[in-house]
């Protein structure tokens, strides 16, 4: 009895697959950056480069840490919503290699939740 080899893997075409081209890399993070106005929330690049952005009210803060955030495993972005009484608040982080883009635009959404009261 012969045993004919099967050969690892697959075999398609590459229209098959749709490859594609993805955005990668951190990006320009002044895309993120230039969303906030003096007017309205405060800004502080501390001793590591670090830069942390706090609405006026407190409630909101972004952190960039482009080499880390320290005591995380490669957070480069983080996002927070102070909640309130009754509604708990929330986070989003992002590690160092997300492209500015996509922090942009879930800044872009987080900011548009908000309201003057």
């Not at 290699?97 to 500015?100: F, G, L, W």
């Given at each position: 009895m012969?045993?004919?080899?099967?050969?690892?893997?697959?075999s398609t075409i590459v229209q098959v697959l749709k490859l594609r081209d993805w955005q990668l890399g951190p990006g320009q993070p002044t895309l993120v950056m230039d969303q906030f106005s003096a007017d309205d929330f405060r800004m502080v690049v501390?001793?590591?480069?670090?830069?942390?952005?706090?609405?006026?009210?407190?409630?909101?803060?972004?952190g960039?840490?482009?080499?880390?955030?320290?005591g995380t495993d490669g957070e480069g972005w983080k996002i927070a919503?102070?909640?309130t009484a009754k509604v708990p608040g929330y986070s989003i982080s992002f590690d160092t290699?997300?492209?500015?883009d996509i922090?942009?635009?879930?800044?872009?959404?987080?900011?548009?939740?908000?309201?003057?009261?």
């Open positions: 012969t045993v004919t080899p099967v050969s690892p893997g697959f501390d001793d590591r480069a670090d830069v942390h952005v706090n609405s006026k009210d407190g409630r909101f803060y972004l960039w840490f482009p080499l880390g955030r320290p919503v102070t909640g290699e997300t492209p500015a922090v942009a635009a879930a800044v872009t959404r987080v900011l548009g939740t908000s309201r003057p009261l």
